[in-house]
C-alpha cells in the first residue's frame, strides 16, 4: 500500500527488464536487483504515466 502523499507510477515489466540487462549483475532477477530496476526506470523515463 502506499503512502497518502507517495506517487504512484505504472512501470510496464519489458522496461524493467531492459533496465535490470544494463546493471553490472547482468540481468539476474532478485527482489533487490529488480526493485532498483523498477525504480531506476520511474525516476528517469519521462513518459511514464504517475
Not at 502506499?2 to 553490472?24: C, F, G, I, S, W
Not at 527482489?31 to 523498477?38: R, W, Y
Request: no cysteine; glycine share 6%.
Amino acid at each position: 500500500m502506499a503512502a497518502a502523499a507517495a506517487d504512484v507510477v505504472d512501470v510496464p515489466a519489458t522496461l524493467a527488464a531492459r533496465a535490470r540487462l544494463l546493471t553490472a549483475g547482468g540481468g539476474r532477477k532478485t527482489d533487490a536487483t529488480d526493485a532498483a530496476s523498477v525504480a531506476r526506470v520511474a525516476l528517469h523515463h519521462h513518459r511514464l504515466n504517475s
